[in-house]
T-cell receptor, first 111, second 116 residues
């Protein structure tokens, strides 16, 4: 079956790098996404990676994909207090756009 | 460009009642998906519509239904509400279907439904 797992909490200091990890079980996943949710808000798409890529960089964000281990990570460089939020990993398949989400990682950034 | 608009933002209903939630996608987007978010179950896929046709349905009882209109606006309906239906209902729109570029899902702010 399909399953996406994430650690629940991460606490870092402002200026440090944050690394949020995610594992998935479905090898037929085609695209993997990272979404950010701030309190009282919907989901904001941060970045995505195609399953045949190993890495994608977008400003402070770096996504690493290890397809063999079905492991996805999101690195946020120079983490700021405004990065405090819940981060969701999600996968989808070629057949449709239905997203399978992890339970989310709460990132807490202290100054 | 306006984002995904969901109405209402907040709703309180009584057990046994029915409710209709509305979603207006980003202009030009033809795919609309609905998700339920609860503290216990997280984000769960409800259904997906493209060009007025339901393409995918999640594992929810028949009390949950939806539809999409010719202008791509979508509604979801929950009948015979139960306490466990209390959740944040999120709508997402995308240009097309299939995953990947041009099919990224953009979410609205959600409708917070409380069933008492």
């Amino acid at each position: 079956g399909e399953d996406v797992e994430q650690s629940l909490f991460l606490s870092v200091r402002e200026g440090d790098s944050s690394v949020i990890n995610c594992t998935y079980t479905d090898s037929s996943s085609t695209y993997l996404y990272w979404y950010k949710q701030e309190p009282g808000a919907g989901l904001q798409l941060l970045t995505y990676i195609f399953s045949n890529m190993d890495m994608k960089q977008d400003q402070r964000l770096t996504v690493l994909l290890n397809k063999k281990d079905k492991h996805l990570s999101l690195r946020i460089a120079d983490t700021q207090t405004g990065d405090s939020a819940i981060y969701f990993c999600a996968e989808t398949h070629q057949a449709g756009t239905a997203l399978i989400f992890g339970k989310g990682t709460t990132l807490s950034v202290s100054s | 460009k306006a984002g995904v608009t969901q109405t209402p933002r907040y709703l309180i209903k009584t057990r046994g009642q029915q409710v209709t939630l509305s979603c207006s996608p980003i202009s030009g987007h033809r795919s609309v998906s609905w998700y339920q978010q609860t503290p216990g179950q997280g984000l769960q896929f409800l259904f997906e519509y493209f060009s007025e046709t339901q393409r995918n349905k999640g594992n929810f009882p028949g009390r949950f239904s939806g539809r999409q209109f010719s202008n791509s606006r979508s509604e979801m309906n929950v009948s015979t509400l139960e306490l466990g239906d209390s959740a944040l209902y999120l709508c997402a729109s995308s240009l097309g279907v299939g995953g990947g570029p041009n099919t990224e899902a953009f979410f609205g702010q959600g409708t917070r439904l409380t069933v008492v």
